[in-house]
């Protein structure tokens, strides 16, 4: 990891599979010393942009356990037409420091899907905002 382990932005990021838009849902959550966002699309529609309070300890011991990833070279995915991925992302002063993209076919330590799911739970009721509906004609 770059900078000394230095970090002032944790994403984590979900890229559904090719399906349709009613049942698509992508999204990212980004996360800083004092808010978790996310934003879920549809095919690059934003449907859910919004922000939860966090406090400095949540973000703190989540920078910890950041720099207890896998220390493997970043691994950007493959282009693979229609798969659907998950990547983390570190970031220091808007660069980034730590990339790493999966999917299926390439198996995680159980640390990192931990991680991922560490993040995913700073936003409450995630599972019911990515039933968020995707009204079509509101886009065209």
């Known amino acids: ?7 002032d932005k944790v994403e ?3 890229d559904d599979s090719s399906i349709p838009p009613e049942y ?4 990212i959550i980004s996360v800083t010393s004092n808010k ?3 934003v879920i699309d549809v095919y690059g529609d934003i449907i859910l942009d919004t922000n939860f309070v966090i406090d400095t300890n949540q973000f703190t011991t989540l920078v910890t356990a950041a720099k207890q990833l896998e220390r493997a070279k970043s691994r950007i ?4 037409d229609g798969a659907s991925y998950k990547g983390i992302r ?5 660069e980034v420091i730590y990339n790493l993209y999966w999917d299926k076919a390439k198996k995680m330590e159980p640390y990192t899907t931990q991680f991922a799911e560490q ?3 700073l936003i409450p009721n995630l599972k019911e905002l990515l039933d ?3 009204i079509e004609e509101h886009f065209n």
């Open 12 to 14: 984590y990021r979900y």
């Open 1 to 7: 990891m770059k900078n000394n382990g230095q970090i």
């Open 24 to 27: 698509h849902r992508s999204y």
């Open 77 to 80: 995915r493959k282009n693979v």
């Open 119 to 121: 993040i995913q739970a």
């Open 132 to 134: 968020t509906p995707y």
């Open 36 to 38: 978790a966002q996310i």
């Open 90 to 94: 570190l970031y220091y002063q808007d």
